[in-house]
């Protein structure tokens, strides 16, 4: 079955410390790989996707993501964090020829302690 | 204006009552969806169109219906409420190919009592 795990329910990091949030997936074909971000009462905000070539995509807000095909994995990532990153992370994966439904993981909380 | 629009906002019903969530985009993208966002589930899909002609069930369509009136216009509809369909509710919409992100909307928050 096609799916996306974060195993982080929650993440903490201090202001100004490298982040990174965890993403793995399980595709029967070749993955479009997306993150988004959700803030309070907000609706999900496209933060950046992977579709091909270079494996390090950078996306809005200084964010960016690796990915890894031979870890099936999608990493967020962003060398100094903000307590304005705090918010809730969501990946997701689309898959080619997969009627265009895109799969999201369970979220990760991401907090930024001053 | 927000590209695509949910309304209500904030939704109180009874158990049993029919009530109806609607979406408007002004992206002009064919595709759209409807996503239910539970805590630690993240967002399920409910139902998805590809055109005004083409409606398909997601994973968790039971209990749901729904209507693309036009283009830019896609109803969810709960025929029935129950209690565990209490949930946020997301429109989404994205272009013609795979590749392409998806864009949401603000969210209803909807409680069945």
């Known amino acids: 079955a096609q799916s996306v795990a974060q195993p982080e329910d929650q993440v903490n990091v201090a202001e100004g410390n490298p982040l990174t949030v965890k993403c793995t997936y399980s595709v029967s074909g070749n993955p479009y790989l997306f993150w988004y971000v959700q803030y309070p009462n907000r609706g999900l905000q496209f933060l950046l996707k992977y579709i091909t070539g270079d494996n390090l995509v950078k996306g809005s807000y200084g964010f960016e993501a690796e990915f890894n095909k031979s870890q099936t994995s999608f990493h967020l990532k962003k060398p100094s964090a903000l307590v304005s990153d705090s918010a809730l992370y969501f990946c997701?994966?689309?898959?080619?020829?997969?009627?265009?439904?895109?799969?999201f993981g369970a979220g990760t909380r991401l907090a930024v302690h001053p | 204006d927000a590209d695509v629009t949910q309304t209500p906002r904030n939704r109180i019903t009874k158990t049993g009552k029919r009530i109806m969530l609607e979406c408007s985009q002004t992206k002009g993208h064919d595709r759209m969806y409807w996503y239910r966002q539970d805590p630690g589930l993240g967002l399920r899909l409910i139902y998805y169109?590809?055109?005004?002609?083409?409606?398909n069930k997601g994973e968790i369509s039971d209990g749901y219906s729904v209507s693309r009136q036009a283009q830019a216009k896609f109803s969810l509809s709960l025929e029935s409420a129950i209690p565990n369909q209490t949930a946020l509710y997301f429109c989404?919409?994205?272009?013609?190919?795979?590749?392409?992100?998806?864009?949401f909307g603000q969210g209803t928050r909807l409680t069945v009592v």
């Open positions: 997701a994966v689309r898959f080619s020829g997969g009627y265009n439904k895109l799969i």
């Open positions: 169109s590809f055109d005004v002609k083409d409606i």
């Open positions: 989404a919409t994205s272009g013609g190919t795979d590749n392409t992100e998806a864009f």
